[in-house]
């Protein structure tokens, strides 16, 4: 089993295992492994899972949420719409819908390397979209499964606390979305709170 990541980075899929002799898997660059062997699926209860802010491939328990995908894919929509943003990001995360967005804007950098290397703003941009870093920035958590309501959260970077903070009282999804989109990528966005 193969997978590319975002970056291009062709990841391999293996089967070991534990000390106890259960079996591990596992994503790996290399195409061989003394300790392992290569596999062709993995079993139900497992997922290749990219991770938004590097790339990186890893074999986890597949998780289950009351998040619709139809509800990722709106704020997905809505953000990109709203925000000064070219290219987010988004997952479901448990009870979550999180918004990585770009450490580098690829429009911007798009256009500082045309000047230099002279080929399209489209494909540098590409190429710069597949290979930044993305940061969680934002991210919706449903409060109310039967009612579809959500309260939204964003990262807070200050050394004494390093963690989501809530920005809303709980709300339907869409307006709670339209509320704070149009400030992500702006300094109001870190007006909430």
């Not at 061989?32 to 596999?39: N, T, W």
């Not at 390397?113 to 993305?134: D, H, L």
């Given at each position: 089993?193969?997978?590319?990541?975002?970056?291009?980075?062709?990841?391999?899929?293996?089967?070991?295992?534990?000390?106890?002799?259960?079996?591990?898997?596992?994503?790996?660059?290399?195409?061989?492994?003394?300790?392992?062997?290569?596999?062709?699926?993995?079993?139900?209860?497992?997922?290749?899972?990219e991770?938004?802010?590097?790339?990186?491939?890893?074999?986890?328990?597949?998780?289950?949420?009351?998040?619709?995908?139809?509800?990722?894919?709106?704020?997905?929509?809505?953000?990109?719409?709203?925000?000064?943003?070219?290219?987010?990001?988004?997952?479901?995360?448990?009870?979550?819908?999180?918004?990585?967005?770009?450490?580098?804007?690829?429009?911007?950098?798009?256009?500082?390397?045309?000047?230099?290397?002279?080929?399209?703003?489209?494909?540098?941009?590409?190429?710069?979209?597949?290979?930044?870093?993305?940061?969680?920035?934002?991210?919706?958590?449903?409060?109310d499964?039967?009612?579809?309501?959500?309260?939204?959260?964003?990262?807070?970077?200050r050394?004494?606390?390093?963690?989501?903070?809530?920005?809303?009282?709980?709300?339907?999804?869409?307006?709670?979305?339209?509320?704070?989109?149009?400030?992500?990528?702006?300094?109001?966005?870190?007006?909430?709170?």
């Open positions: 089993m193969e997978y590319v990541n975002r970056r291009g980075h062709r990841y391999f899929v293996f089967q070991g295992k534990t000390k106890s002799g259960k079996p591990k898997y596992f994503a790996s660059r290399k195409q061989k492994s003394d300790k392992a062997e290569l596999i062709e699926s993995l079993p139900e209860s497992y997922e290749l899972f991770n938004p802010a590097d790339g990186l491939v890893h074999i986890r328990l597949r998780r289950t949420s009351p998040i619709i995908e139809a509800e990722r894919e709106l704020v997905e929509r809505l953000v990109l719409a709203l925000s000064s943003y070219s290219i987010v990001q988004t997952i479901i995360d448990r009870n979550f819908i999180v918004v990585y967005v770009p450490d580098t804007d690829p429009m911007d950098a798009a256009a500082r390397m045309v000047a230099i290397f002279g080929t399209t703003p489209a494909k540098i941009a590409e190429w710069t979209a597949s290979q930044t870093r993305y940061s969680a920035e934002l991210r919706f958590g449903l409060v499964a039967d009612e579809r309501l959500f309260v939204a959260e964003r990262f807070c970077y050394s004494s606390v390093d963690d989501w903070i809530p920005i809303s009282g709980t709300s339907s999804l869409e307006p709670l979305v339209r509320q704070i989109a149009v400030r992500l990528g702006s300094d109001s966005f870190y007006d909430f709170f």
